[in-house]
């Protein structure tokens, strides 16, 4: 019977691989930095109230952008989006397309929120006048979901029609026509909506500079770690 002893581990593997670690830490915190400083970016252009600019088919938008368009309201072809939470309440984003003139993609106007209750949602509510309006809001998108399993929409044809985190292309699918890149956060103060509490999505840069601070201090408190144990090793 042969013995046979293990080698041992090269003495420069732990270092090699703490070192790693600290690096990752580090990219980690300057990631949360840089995410940091692009909501801070997201919630100045937000709270920029510069003017409004009126908006046609073709011309490029801005995040929060605070525009005027104009055109006719798609009445029979609404869009609830499911799963918006309020204030702890559940409710839905009420969609309604806007045509414009000629046959270009339709702009989706986020009117506002309703809660969803219990009872049977009715749909009158949703009604909107069949004249050229006129509506004020802020460029926005659609709400996005960190995974999102199955169809976007619930089974049907009925109008209006229920979705969960839908993407642009399955709106566009279900209407059966092109729409915007963007959403219309409709203003507050304008006609035929319903709850409206803008702010920039996700949560604001604070809590990034924090989780920075926190990823630092581990690559910090790790070096340090290495660095004691290298010079134990070196005087021992």
Do not use: C
């Amino acid at each position: 019977m042969n013995n046979t002893s293990k080698k041992p581990l090269p003495s420069w593997l732990p270092l090699a691989v703490g070192a790693l670690l600290v690096a990752l830490f580090a990219g980690l915190g300057a990631w949360q930095i840089n995410r940091g400083f692009e909501k801070r970016i997201d919630h100045l252009a937000f709270e920029d109230d510069a003017g409004i600019a009126s908006w046609q088919d073709g011309i490029e938008v801005e995040p929060y952008q605070h525009l005027q368009v104009t055109g006719t309201y798609d009445n029979e072809h609404q869009v609830l989006l499911d799963n918006i939470i309020v204030n702890s309440r559940y409710g839905y984003y009420v969609i309604t397309p806007l045509r414009g003139i000629g046959e270009g993609p339709v702009l989706l106007i986020n009117r506002g929120w309703i809660e969803r209750t219990g009872a049977p949602l009715d749909t009158g509510r949703l009604s909107v006048p069949s004249e050229w309006v006129s509506v004020r809001g802020r460029v926005g998108r659609l709400p996005r979901a960190g995974m999102k399993m199955g169809d976007a929409f619930s089974p049907g044809d009925g109008w209006p029609r229920t979705a969960v985190y839908p993407s642009y292309a399955e709106v566009a699918e279900a209407l059966g026509t092109d729409v915007q890149p963007f959403v219309l956060l409709m203003d507050q103060g304008e006609e035929h909506g319903f709850s409206r509490q803008w702010t920039p999505s996700g949560f604001g840069p604070e809590k990034h500079f924090g989780y920075a601070l926190q990823w630092f201090a581990m690559a910090a408190v790790l070096s340090g770690l290495l660095i004691w144990n290298h010079r134990k090793k070196k005087f021992t």
